[in-house]
């Protein structure tokens, strides 16, 4: 059987799967990263127009991230050598140092782990996708792009905040939420506590839809 017939596909809630990679900034292995968030992202191919305009762009929120303990890593069906020549490329026509390592995935290992080949698109490059996970290694939330189509930083960052947010303040974040808009806290689970909420001081549209700023 192929190997591409096996995707696996990973499971918001549960660990990440680990992998050992070879790297622009040399080997990587996912568990070491634990203590750090990571966003790993694919993209179809080295020296195409949107890959290009992403790469740019993952570049200019490299450091946003990077306050937010969290590492970026990118990953193509390319070698490294690919990879290398395209970063030199960027760097001496656009005058934009790439500060990422890039996995170079080649036998689709990685790939395939993370369910980045979906043969409606490509039987040989990945679709672009966005895994983030946390500091513990668990697979927190996932984006999934065709190829013809750019990702939107601002949403990988905002994301990011609002995951961070949930952990630290054990609340939710509702629709459109920005840093410092107000949260949801979670709904009552009994029916006291069903009673209690309307009396605790929140802003509340109904005893389960309750808003407070932290």
Same mark, same amino acid.
């Given at each position: 059987?192929?190997?591409?017939?096996?995707?696996?596909?990973?499971?918001?809630?549960?660990?990440?799967?680990?992998?050992?990679?070879?790297?622009?900034?040399?080997?990587?292995?996912?568990?070491?990263?634990?203590?750090?968030?990571?966003?790993?992202?694919?993209?179809?191919?080295?020296?195409?127009?949107?890959?290009?305009?992403?790469?740019?762009?993952?570049?200019?929120?490299?450091?946003?991230?990077?306050?937010?303990?969290?590492?970026?890593?990118?990953?193509?069906?390319?070698?490294?050598?690919? &990879?290398? #020549?395209?970063?030199?490329?960027?760097?001496?026509?656009?005058? /934009?140092?790439? +500060?990422? @390592?890039?996995? %170079?995935?080649?036998?689709?290992?990685?790939?395939?782990?993370?369910?980045?080949?979906?043969?409606?698109?490509?039987?040989?490059?990945?679709?672009?996708?966005?895994?983030?996970?946390?500091?513990?290694?668990?697979?927190?939330?996932?984006?999934?792009?065709?190829?013809?189509?750019?990702?939107?930083?601002?949403?990988?960052?905002?994301?990011?905040?609002?995951?961070?947010?949930?952990?630290?303040? &054990?609340? #939710?974040?509702?629709?459109?939420?920005?840093?410092?808009?107000? /949260?949801?806290? +979670?709904? @009552?689970?009994? %029916?006291?506590?069903?009673?209690?909420?309307?009396?605790?001081?929140?802003?509340?549209?109904?005893?389960?839809?309750?808003?407070?700023?932290?």
């Amino acid at each position: 059987m192929d190997p591409g017939d096996c995707i696996s596909f990973p499971t918001i809630g549960e660990p990440a799967p680990d992998f050992e990679a070879e790297t622009t900034h040399g080997m990587l292995k996912l568990s070491d990263l634990k203590g750090k968030w990571v966003v790993l992202f694919s993209h179809p191919a080295d020296f195409t127009p949107v890959c290009t305009t992403e790469f740019l762009a993952f570049s200019t929120i490299y450091e946003d991230l990077k306050a937010l303990n969290v590492q970026l890593v990118g990953l193509s069906v390319d070698s490294v050598s690919a &990879h290398l #020549a395209w970063v030199h490329a960027v760097k001496e026509k656009m005058g /934009v140092q790439i +500060p990422f @390592p890039i996995i %170079a995935d080649l036998t689709m290992k990685v790939s395939h782990q993370y369910g980045m080949i979906h043969k409606g698109q490509s039987s040989t490059a990945a679709i672009r996708t966005v895994f983030f996970i946390d500091d513990k290694g668990i697979m927190r939330a996932m984006l999934y792009y065709p190829m013809q189509n750019g990702r939107y930083m601002p949403e990988i960052i905002r994301l990011v905040k609002a995951l961070q947010t949930t952990d630290k303040h &054990h609340v #939710a974040t509702p629709a459109n939420w920005q840093p410092g808009d107000k /949260v949801v806290v +979670p709904a @009552p689970k009994t %029916a006291a506590e069903m009673e209690k909420r309307l009396t605790e001081g929140y802003e509340c549209k109904d005893w389960y839809l309750c808003f407070k700023k932290i």
